[in-house]
């Protein structure tokens, strides 16, 4: 069985920084496309940024590109999101997937989801 467990949320002010660390156990990350995405309160849950197995493609929202970067330790079967420049409308809860990605590029969300990390951002 999948297990995703988010973690290093907080309350943070708007400018300011986090680093969300997502540890997968039950399946091996190596294999697998793996992706953040995010759920506001009232709102839909939205994606976020994915990575391929390798670590070496990457696609993020509009709304995070420049400011957000997905990373991976496969040995660690550990994927992370940094994320700077915080704005208000970040905060929200943040969750990982593991996924697939298709030859077109389009990330599809497999059906496993952590609890999610709750990300807070003060102006």
């Known amino acids: 069985q999948v297990q995703l467990v988010e973690s290093g949320g907080g309350l943070v002010q708007a400018g300011g920084s986090l680093r969300l660390s997502c540890t997968v156990s039950?399946?091996?990350?190596?294999?697998?496309?793996m992706a953040w995405y995010r759920q506001a309160p009232g709102k839909q849950r939205e994606f976020v940024a994915r990575i391929t197995s390798a670590g070496t493609n990457y696609a993020y929202a509009d709304s995070v590109k420049g400011r957000f970067t997905i990373s991976r330790d496969n040995a660690k079967n550990t994927v992370y999101l940094q994320m700077n420049s915080l704005e208000e409308e970040d905060t929200a809860v943040y969750y990982c997937?593991?996924?697939?990605?298709?030859?077109?590029?389009?990330?599809?969300?497999?059906?496993?989801w952590g609890q999610g990390t709750q990300v807070t951002v003060s102006s």
């Open positions: 039950g399946s091996s990350v190596a294999r697998n496309a």
């Open positions: 997937n593991e996924g697939v990605i298709s030859l077109r590029g389009d990330y599809y969300p497999g059906n496993d």
